[in-house]
């Protein structure tokens, strides 16, 4: 799964805690780039908890609205991205008690705020993309079928790349649990792939679309530029 990296504040020349004075000093632009720079996290940390992308993405936007009402409060503005996550992960949960959604945005505007496709550079050719998207819906099936307390650790530490410490912080549980129910996530992982594997007769190195058409017809010019005899006996054809 290859996403596009979320732009952050340090690429910015802006740290967070230069980015929270400068939102209390006014400048709405910050609070911009401390969206962008936070979009892709809190929408995992959601997504890992409530059950589908439209509802991951009221939830972060819930937490963008207590946290531009409640950045003055914050203890240590150093570390205003765990405590967004520590936001929407309690958000998440508080959402998935109450059993129900309350939207607060039309989705089909999102585009135009922030996007989680998966990357597509310049030399993709479309049979690759469609090798990428089919990989990351069963990948992302499989995570979804993980249970909710190994599920919120495997996101934050095999998707976006949490340390340790930080997972446990926003999980509110020890480092070591954080590491058992990484190592159990994966291993449930593992027999979900395959058992979708079995299920499904996903096929794997497979050789069709543009790459097959491209063979074929390497092979035939090559063959008309040789002239080589149809077979035993014969002779070549111009």
Request: charged share 25%; aromatic share 4%; with cysteine.
């Amino acid at each position: 799964m290859n996403e596009q990296a979320s732009p952050n504040l340090e690429s910015a020349g802006l740290d967070e805690a230069e980015a929270v004075a400068a939102v209390l000093a006014g400048n709405l632009g910050a609070f911009e780039r401390i969206m962008r720079a936070n979009n892709q996290r809190l929408f995992r940390v959601a997504r890992s908890i409530v059950s589908d992308d439209a509802e991951a993405t009221d939830v972060v936007q819930e937490t963008y609205l207590k946290a531009f009402q409640g950045l003055a409060k914050i203890e240590d503005p150093h570390r205003l991205s765990h405590w967004l996550a520590k936001v929407t992960r309690n958000g998440a949960l508080q959402r998935q008690r109450k059993g129900k959604r309350v939207q607060l945005m039309d989705h089909s505007s999102m585009d135009n705020v922030v996007s989680f496709s998966a990357t597509r550079g310049a030399g993709d050719s479309p049979d690759r993309r469609l090798a990428n998207s089919q990989l990351r819906a069963v990948l992302e099936r499989c995570i979804d079928e993980l249970p909710e307390t190994f599920r919120c650790v495997f996101i934050l530490r095999a998707v976006e790349h949490c340390s340790v410490q930080a997972t446990a912080e926003i999980l509110d549980i020890k480092q070591a649990t954080v590491k058992s129910r990484l190592h159990r996530a994966k291993q449930m992982l593992q027999q979900r792939l395959l058992d979708f594997s079995d299920q499904s007769n996903v096929a794997i190195h497979e050789f069709a679309g543009a790459r097959c058409d491209a063979l074929v017809r390497s092979v035939m010019q090559a063959l008309q530029a040789t002239s080589l005899p149809p077979g035993p006996g014969g002779s070549a054809k111009d």
